[in-house]
């Protein structure tokens, strides 16, 4: 079985700061794995995903998440965060699409 | 775009009730989900479907079950709802094709008294 472990519940960060918001994996073979973000009285929302290739992945507002087989991890970063980024993070791991392991999720709240 | 929508933002049901929570996907997916997501413990699968009339248990199905009849809709059942499925639960859908990108509803905060 597979199982995500996400190190922090709360992040605190200053706007313009950068952040790192962190994601551990287990499983025993290969995995697709995704953050979604899910702001105030939302749904999910997928915000990035690594599914073979470069194990660097961007997204389109500015994050990045980079994965590392020997670290089993896939930790979310972004250089300079905003306001607007305060919300849930959540990282998910799946083999088959059929059945999704997510973390416990990462508040992250920007401080003006 | 995609849209998923549940049937209700806000629910309050009493001990006992049998509730439903209804989910649409306009897009044609396959594969259907209910999680239920809790403060500390993240999302948890209850159920997925990845075609009309299959289903399958996901990690937490006790005290749930549900319903596809039509490959755009489907329902989770509380059978007798309990003080401990107080909860958000959200719906979700994936195309085979989209390589596995689920899309969510909102959401239905669902109270139990």
């Known amino acids: 079985a597979q199982s995500v472990t996400q190190l922090d519940s709360q992040v605190p960060v200053f706007e313009e700061a950068p952040v790192e918001l962190r994601c551990n994996y287990s499983?025993?073979?290969?995995?697709?794995l995704f953050w979604y973000v899910q702001y105030p009285n939302q749904g999910l929302q997928l915000l990035l995903k690594?599914?073979?290739?470069?194990?660097l992945v961007e997204s389109i507002n500015g994050f990045e998440a980079e994965f590392n087989k020997s670290q089993t991890s896939f930790h979310l970063r972004k250089p300079s965060v905003h306001i607007s980024d305060t919300a849930e993070y959540f990282c998910a791991v799946t083999v088959n699409g059929n059945q999704f392991y997510f973390g416990t999720g990462t508040s992250l709240t920007v401080i003006p | 775009d995609v849209k998923v929508t549940q049937s209700s933002r806000y629910l309050v049901k009493r001990t006992g009730e049998k509730v439903f929570l209804e989910c649409v996907q306009d897009?044609?997916?396959?594969?259907m989900f209910w999680y239920r997501q809790d403060p500390g413990l993240g999302l948890r699968l209850i159920y997925f479907?990845?075609?009309?009339?299959?289903?399958e248990k996901g990690d937490i199905p006790e005290g749930y079950s549900v319903s596809r009849e039509k490959k755009e809709r489907f329902s989770l059942i509380l059978e007798s709802a309990s003080t401990n499925q107080t909860s958000m639960y959200l719906c979700a859908s994936s195309s085979i094709g989209s390589v596995y990108e689920q899309y969510f509803g909102p959401g239905t905060r669902l109270t139990v008294t």
């Open positions: 897009m044609d997916h396959e594969n």
């Open positions: 479907s990845y075609d009309v009339k299959m289903k």
């Open positions: 499983s025993s073979v290969s995995v697709y």
């Open positions: 690594y599914l073979s290739g470069s194990t």
